[in-house]
């Protein structure tokens, strides 16, 4: 299975953009990149996925990389809510298994 | 919005004792992920079902065991349990057949074994 990293944390201003990279160098061309965010004591949220091209939904932006060995998220305007545990995970043509990496720890300053 | 629903919330066990944890998935949802975090870990994935008939299967001890039904929903079965099974237990559901890439967690089931 594909891996990813992440930092283990980052701290950002409230109202700011953040900008969350994820390094999947060994993911295959079936991979799809899969963002989801992870609050203490509760399940995984879906935040966001692509397969090639940048995506935009209403929560955030996912920019891929041309080799698309890394990818980046992106917070727009960080808010407290935002503050959690972003996983960057990879799912073989987008319908199978989740594989997590180690997360980032996103805190957010007021 | 219906979202799944997992049950127990909670469970405490001995050593050696047997746990069933259900996961009820959102309506016309064809599929079903269970994933295991430990604590201070991120999440592992367990096993999957398509359509009744198990799709998928990743670190699951051979003492675990998981099946779905025919209204969708499904069981995971630990026997012998251990004190490192402890942990948060969630159930994803994702409608498949339609093209949805998203995986929709449940509130997850949380093992303590002592």
């Known amino acids: 299975d594909a891996k990813t990293t992440q930092p283990n944390s980052m701290e950002s201003n409230e109202e700011e953009p953040v900008h969350l990279p994820c390094n999947h160098s060994?993911?295959?061309?079936?991979?799809?990149i899969h963002w989801y965010r992870q609050l203490p004591s509760q399940g995984p949220e879906y935040v966001i996925h692509?397969?090639?091209s940048n995506v935009n939904n209403r929560m955030a932006s996912l920019a891929i990389a041309e080799d698309r060995k890394s990818s980046t998220l992106i917070l727009h305007r960080a808010t407290l809510r935002d503050a959690a545990v972003y996983y960057c995970t990879l799912s073989n043509f987008g319908n199978e298994k989740l594989t997590f990496g180690t997360g980032t720890r996103l805190t957010i300053i007021p | 919005a219906a979202g799944v629903i997992q049950s127990p919330r909670h469970l405490i066990k001995e050593k050696r004792e047997t746990a069933t944890l259900k996961c009820y998935p959102i309506p016309r949802h064809d599929t079903v992920y269970w994933y295991q975090q430990g604590p201070g870990q991120d999440p592992q994935f367990l096993i999957s079902?398509?359509?009744?008939?198990?799709?998928d299967k990743g670190s699951i001890p051979d003492r675990f065991s998981a099946q779905q039904f025919s209204d969708y929903h499904s069981e995971l079965n630990m026997s012998s349990l251990e004190l490192g099974d402890s942990a948060l237990y969630f159930c994803?559901?994702?409608?498949?057949?339609?093209?949805?890439?998203?995986?929709?967690f449940g509130p997850g089931t949380r093992l303590t074994v002592l």
């Open positions: 994803a559901s994702s409608p498949r057949d339609r093209g949805d890439h998203t995986q929709y």
């Open positions: 060994t993911i295959s061309g079936t991979d799809y």
């Open positions: 692509g397969l090639t």
């Open positions: 079902f398509y359509e009744k008939m198990q799709s």
